[in-house]
């Protein structure tokens, strides 16, 4: 099983990211084992803590440790998490291109995650979700966003979706929906794909309506 400082390093190889962002991303409920764990890396030469945009400490990724030896570039990068702003990213620039206006609220900002209004009448409501290495956590997300959806289900004309970064665990949950469930909830599903090996995880994503 990885460590939580390979996991660490495995999350910041492609772009810089703070303690907070990592914590939530790799599923790590205490921040402070993150700072520690961030900390001694950077001591062994692994990483480098710098100041960021806001102020922030940000974790970067060297290429080569204490010891001077590369990570072989031969070998696949590993797949970027997604996280929740990015989801909403995704699916905002996906319903602007079908012509909706779309609200969207980042961060923790309270209410709707996305409430998208197209010129002939149609409006979508969407809870979305991130991406972290524990299976657990996902789980809990996702029937998270379940209970989130049931509760906003007060306009009988709008459609109700539930984006979610497309892998494993979350496909799985999705299978284990009954299908009565699913008819009668009427949820549309978005699964969105960060890529595989991609350097930004912008220029990979691929957002499909199932």
Do not use: C
Not at 32 to 57: C, D, F, H, M, S
Not at 92 to 115: C, K, N, P, Y
């Amino acid at each position: 099983m990885a460590t939580l400082a390979d996991r660490i390093l495995d999350a910041i190889r492609y772009s810089p990211l703070d303690d907070d962002i990592l914590a939530a991303r790799l599923g790590v409920s205490s921040r402070q084992a993150v700072n520690q764990t961030a900390r001694r890396l950077e001591r062994e030469g692994l990483l480098r803590r710098r100041t960021g945009p806001g102020g922030k400490i940000v974790n970067e990724w060297l290429e080569a440790g204490a010891g001077g030896a590369l990570i072989d570039p031969s070998m696949p990068a590993p797949r970027p998490f997604l996280s929740e702003d990015e989801v909403k990213e995704a699916v905002r620039r996906w319903l602007t291109g079908q012509g909706f206006t779309v609200s969207v609220a980042m961060g923790h900002e309270r209410g709707i995650d996305i409430d998208a209004r197209h010129p002939d009448g149609r409006r979508w409501i969407i809870e979305a979700k991130a991406e972290v290495a524990s299976d657990q956590q996902q789980g809990n997300y996702f029937l998270g966003a379940l209970g989130e959806l049931l509760q906003r289900m007060d306009d009988q004309n709008a459609t109700y979706a539930l984006p979610l970064p497309s892998n494993r665990r979350y496909r799985s949950l999705v299978r284990r929906v009954p299908p009565l469930a699913k008819r009668r909830l009427g949820l549309v599903l978005i699964w969105v794909d960060a890529g595989v090996g991609a350097p930004t995880v912008a220029a990979e994503w691929l957002v499909e309506q199932t």
